[in-house]
């Protein structure tokens, strides 16, 4: 294999790649080196949404003051097998009428980009499956392909609810991308780079405090893309059942489930990756996978807490806040942000530390203040306006719902 691989950093590809190599033939062992690749992706995704099934039902059930799982294994920690044995031998229903072919696949494609997202996350120094000096941008191709995966999950299964919450699920998606994207270019542009490695290395001064705006943004943006609560109307059960995967059961029902919580899992990684200094940590050359999955479970939590504690938007207040909050504030953290590395940076283009901690007292004043402003601005704007009835007409006036 030669060193400009994209895996030749990779120590466990090239471990099992050079193992193979010595009794088989190159093109064979470069296959069983991806193989063994791709399982570990698969069954880390696969564990952490167990785990985070597993924590998010004791949380919520500490939350509403309830007590959660407990009767399968100790503290109910089995409750996520017995989640999927039941999926296994549930009956596997596709519709008549269904699109038999993209049916099967709506569940394989979404659980695609938390899988292909995993593969550039930095575990701990020099851990990436594949450092790639493009990967931010590689993690904004691969999640578009949740859109995708929606719309053929709704439109195949041949049902209207599901037509209508994948319809929801694509314009949620396609709205709350905008102002994510525009997040991450002030990442960029101080980190110098695309590559997940290099923004951690850059972080003297975690991203958190740097680029307030911009973790503020990215939270929002990847909750609303997760469909996790309060940005779940892809799923909202009291109007569309189910949402786009009302049809679905079996095992096809558990790989969207499994897409779901392991996205979560894996975008609290991205978020540690870009915001909290992933492996940093005290001893991190020896400890680095220690703090950076304690720090992954901090974030995860705070998504549970969230859950717990909002209540579902409508999709008229959800569009209403990516558009008319995030949007903006989007936009004002990347021309903050523009003008601070161009007047902070040295000549070669390098912000020091003292660079960015400047830049932590500007933006945490800036990020307070807009958030105060629209937060107060779009307040106004979402709530329905009073009908008053015309003259002569029966006296019915709807209330506002705030």
Request: glycine share 8%; proline share 5%.
């Amino acid at each position: 294999m030669s060193p400009d691989n994209v895996l030749y950093g990779t120590p466990v590809y090239r471990f099992v790649y050079e193992l193979v190599g010595t009794v088989l033939p190159c093109w064979i062992s470069y296959v069983a080196a991806g193989l063994v690749i791709m399982f570990i992706l698969v069954n880390a995704v696969l564990m952490g949404a167990a785990v985070f099934v597993f924590a998010e039902r004791r949380l919520i059930g500490r939350f509403h003051n309830r007590i959660g799982p407990n009767r399968w294994g100790p503290f109910g920690t089995f409750q996520p097998f017995a989640d999927v044995l039941k999926l296994i031998f549930k009956e596997d229903i596709t519709p008549a009428a269904a699109d038999k072919i993209v049916f099967l696949a709506a569940p394989i494609v979404m659980l695609a980009p938390a899988i292909l997202m995993l593969a550039v996350v930095p575990f701990a120094k020099n851990t990436a499956l594949a450092d790639l000096n493009v990967g931010i941008l590689y993690i904004l191709a691969v999640t578009s392909l949740s859109s995708v995966a929606i719309l053929m999950a709704g439109w195949s299964s041949n049902n209207r609810y599901a037509m209508f919450g994948a319809a929801r699920g694509v314009a949620v998606l396609i709205s709350y991308e905008v102002p994510v994207v525009l997040c991450l270019l002030g990442v960029v542009m101080v980190a110098g780079s695309m590559s997940l490695a290099d923004v951690v290395e850059a972080q003297a001064v975690p991203f958190l405090l740097v680029q307030p705006l911009a973790l503020f943004v990215f939270l929002a943006g990847v909750s609303a893309e997760l469909n996790r609560t309060p940005f779940d109307v892809a799923e909202a059960e009291s109007e569309l059942v189910a949402g786009y995967h009302t049809e679905y059961s079996g095992v096809k029902f558990a790989l969207i489930q499994a897409a779901e919580f392991g996205g979560v899992v894996t975008a609290s990684m991205v978020v540690v990756t870009l915001f909290l200094g992933g492996w940093a940590g005290p001893l991190a050359d020896y400890l680095g996978w220690f703090w950076f999955l304690l720090k992954v479970g901090a974030v995860a939590f705070i998504f549970i807490w969230v859950r717990a504690t909002y209540p579902r938007l409508r999709i008229d207040q959800l569009m209403a806040f990516a558009w008319k909050f995030l949007l903006p504030l989007s936009i004002i953290n990347l021309f903050a942000t523009s003008l601070e590395v161009f007047f902070l940076r040295d000549s070669q283009g390098v912000l020091a530390t003292n660079d960015l901690w400047i830049m932590t007292g500007i933006n945490l004043a800036l990020g307070a203040g807009c958030i105060a402003l629209f937060g107060s601005m779009i307040r106004e704007k979402i709530k329905p306006v009073t009908w008053q009835p015309a003259a002569g007409t029966a006296s019915l006036t709807v209330g506002e719902v705030t």
